[in-house]
C-alpha cells in the first residue's frame, strides 16, 4: 500500500506559497490577448449567432469608414453566465442592426473583440464581458441557511480580469526537465480547446460552480465547466496500491468537525497538468483543505500541489468559496468548433 501522505502541516511547512494575483486569464483558455485597456465600438449587421459553450460568438459585417466592408467576430461568455443577462438561443438574428463595445484583441490585425455589451436598435442591451461565470449570484436573503456538511453549489468570489481561482504559471517553480514545455507554450495545444476538463490542482477554486452531493461514504464533486467529476472516498485512510492512475485521480478524504480535508493522488501523465503550458507526471499530488464556516455560507480553502518530476518544490495557494443555495448546475455540452473559433483569425 501506498501511505497515506495526507499530513498538512508537514507538506505546507515544507511548501512554498503561491499568491494568487489578479490575472487577464479565466476559464478553460487565456484571455490575455485581450487589450482589456482599450475599447471599441462597432456597428453593423449581424451575420451569424453561435450560442455555445465554452464561448458564444457572433459575426458582425461593419462597413469602415474607409468604406471597406469587414467582418468582425465577437467573442462572448459562456452559456450559462449569458442566460443570467437575459440571453437566449434566439435573442439575435442574422440580419439584425447592432451596436457593441468590446475590447480589442492586442494583434491589431485580428478583427476580433471581447463582447462587454451589445445593443439592438430598440435600445436593449445584453451585458457579457463582466458576467461573473455561472451567471450573477442571486442575493442571499437574510436568515438564509448555509450548507452543514460541505453540499450544495460553491464559487469563489469574482470580478472582471481578477479571477481569485487562477494561479500564474508563471511563478511555479519548474524543473529543468519542465522548462522546455513552457518554453513551448502553445495555446492551440490547450485541452480544454478540446472539450476536456480540467484537473487538480486547477479544480480547487473552480471559475465556474462546483456541486458537492453525498452518497453514503463519498462525496461526489461537479465541475460545472466541462462538466468535470470526481469521487472523494471518506471511508479509506490510505490510496491502494492497485489503484488505477486517472485523469481526475484518486481522492480519499477525511471530515473533523468543520474541515473536510482531501488527498489526491494517482494521476495520468498530462501535458497541462500543472496550468496553463505546465506538464505534470505520474507523482502529482493534491492536498485540498476547506474549512466551513460556523453559518455554512462560505468555505476557506488551503491547497498545497507537488510534483517532483516538473516542480523543484511543492507549492501552496488559498482563497475562499461561497454557498449558491438554488443554483441549478447547467448541462455543459462543450462544442468543440466554438472552443477553438478564437483561434481561427489570421
Known amino acids: 500500500m501506498q501511505t497515506n501522505r495526507q499530513s498538512w502541516i508537514k507538506i505546507g511547512t515544507t511548501a512554498i506559497t503561491l499568491f494568487l494575483l489578479a490575472t487577464a486569464s479565466y476559464g478553460h483558455h487565456s484571455r490575455s490577448n485581450f487589450n482589456f485597456g482599450a475599447t471599441l465600438e462597432l456597428e453593423g449587421t449581424i451575420s451569424s449567432f453561435e450560442f455555445r459553450n465554452p464561448h ?65 436598435m430598440d435600445g436593449s442591451t445584453y451585458a457579457s464581458g463582466k458576467i461573473s461565470p455561472g451567471g450573477r449570484p442571486a442575493v442571499t436573503k437574510a436568515g438564509a441557511v448555509g450548507s452543514n456538511d460541505f453540499t450544495g453549489v460553491w464559487q469563489p468570489p469574482f470580478n472582471p480580469r481578477t479571477v481569485a481561482a487562477n494561479f500564474q504559471v508563471a511563478q511555479l517553480p519548474i524543473t529543468a526537465k519542465g522548462q522546455p514545455f513552457i518554453d513551448a507554450y502553445d495555446e492551440g495545444e490547450d485541452p480544454a480547446l478540446d472539450c476536456e476538463a480540467d484537473a487538480a490542482p486547477m479544480t480547487v477554486l473552480p471559475i465556474y460552480p462546483m456541486q458537492i452531493t453525498r452518497s453514503g461514504d463519498e462525496l461526489h464533486m461537479h465541475y460545472e465547466q466541462f462538466d468535470g467529476r470526481r469521487v472523494v472516498y471518506l471511508g479509506l485512510d490510505e490510496h491502494l496500491a492497485d489503484t488505477q492512475a486517472t485523469h481526475m485521480g484518486h481522492s480519499i478524504g477525511s471530515i473533523d468537525g468543520n474541515v473536510l480535508t482531501v488527498d489526491t ?43 517532483p518530476e516538473y516542480l523543484t518544490e511543492p507549492v501552496s495557494g488559498s482563497g475562499s468559496m461561497a454557498f449558491r443555495p438554488g443554483y441549478e448546475m447547467e448541462e455543459w455540452d462543450c462544442d468543440t468548433t466554438a472552443a477553438r473559433r478564437h483561434l481561427s483569425l489570421d
Do not use: C
Not at 95 to 119: A, H, M, S, Y
Not at 290 to 305: I, K, N, P, R, S
Open 56 to 120: 458564444t460568438f457572433l459575426s458582425l459585417t461593419v462597413t469602415a469608414d474607409s468604406g471597406e466592408v469587414q467582418e468582425w467576430l465577437l467573442a462572448g461568455n459562456s452559456i450559462a453566465s449569458l442566460k443570467s443577462a437575459g440571453w437566449a438561443a434566439d435573442t439575435f438574428s442574422v440580419g439584425e442592426q447592432v451596436k457593441v463595445v468590446g475590447n480589442p484583441d492586442r494583434n491589431e490585425r485580428k478583427r476580433l473583440l471581447f463582447l462587454d455589451v451589445i445593443t439592438k
Open 265 to 307: 493522488g494517482f494521476f495520468t501523465e498530462d501535458r497541462w497538468g500543472l496550468g496553463r503550458g505546465a506538464p505534470s507526471g505520474l507523482g502529482k499530488h493534491v492536498v485540498e483543505q476547506y474549512t466551513l464556516a460556523d453559518d455554512g455560507m462560505t468555505m476557506a480553502v488551503e491547497f498545497t500541489f507537488e510534483d
